[in-house]
């Protein structure tokens, strides 16, 4: 099967620009999530999506970030306006049934100068 | 909540030697655990999982990891290192319930020395 595609796999903006990443997941996976990984750390969950509807965003700084996935297949991220602390690779994940695993996309580098 | 501590940001062993990168992890319910390698520029990809079966797991390249509850550990083991081995490695934590999520450890880097 198709792995989960992400682009563009890198993005350099100036900070107070507006960014958006595209992920498309594995035909047939209900669940999507989004994580950033900032340098040197372990991957951090944005969002999580079941089909179009918004499970989990505890962690989505809703001031300058938001996603939504039309139709329960692919999903945008949008940054705006980006901070320089916003560098990082955005990661985007589905899965059929989370409990036996998650597929990752290649990631989305983001530089802000 | 669930977390993951990875014990060693950096493990350097060399080839033909055994790898060991530590994984504890914190959960109120019997959890499900993973690790994950990362190879620079690239997105994550499944090295084993447990998911409440065997408590010896194998995975892919050679690795394996041991379920020890009485521990809270999820240990990544390969008897002899070979350099093709040297990537970032994640050890994860999601339950079987809920708004099922991976929460990640920091990762260890692992190097490989010839």
């Known amino acids: 099967e198709a792995g989960v595609a992400q682009s563009p796999r890198y993005k350099i903006i100036e900070k107070r620009q507006s960014v958006a990443f595209w992920c498309n997941p594995i035909?047939?996976?209900?669940?999507l999530y989004w994580y950033q990984q900032i340098l040197g750390q372990g991957p951090k969950l944005l969002i999580q999506?079941?089909?179009?509807?918004?499970?989990?965003d505890s962690q989505l700084p809703k001031d300058r970030f938001s996603a939504e996935r039309l139709k329960g297949v692919d999903s945008t991220l949008k940054i705006q306006p980006a901070k320089l602390e916003d560098s990082a690779v955005y990661l985007c994940?589905?899965?059929?049934?989370?409990?036996?695993?998650?597929?990752f996309g290649s990631g989305t580098r983001l530089t802000v100068v | 909540a669930q977390s993951v501590t990875q014990l060693g940001s950096h493990v350097s062993v060399s080839e033909g030697a055994l790898v060991l990168l530590r994984c504890n992890y914190s959960?109120?319910?019997?959890?499900?655990l993973f690790w994950y390698v990362q190879y620079p520029n690239q997105g994550l990809q499944l090295l084993l999982k447990?998911?409440?079966?065997?408590?010896l797991v194998k995975g892919i390249n050679g690795f394996e990891a041991e379920f020890k509850k009485s521990e809270t550990s999820f240990h990544l083991t390969k008897p002899s290192a070979h350099m093709s081995d040297a990537a970032e490695y994640f050890c994860?934590?999601?339950?079987?319930?809920?708004?099922?999520?991976?929460?990640f450890g920091q990762g260890t880097r692992l190097t490989i020395n010839p």
């Open positions: 994940a589905s899965s059929r049934d989370p409990n036996y695993g998650y597929t």
């Open positions: 035909s047939g996976h209900a669940t």
């Open positions: 999506f079941q089909n179009n509807g918004v499970v989990d």
């Open positions: 959960s109120s319910v019997p959890p499900y």
């Open positions: 447990y998911t409440s079966a065997a408590t």
């Open positions: 994860a934590v999601s339950v079987p319930q809920g708004a099922q999520k991976l929460v």
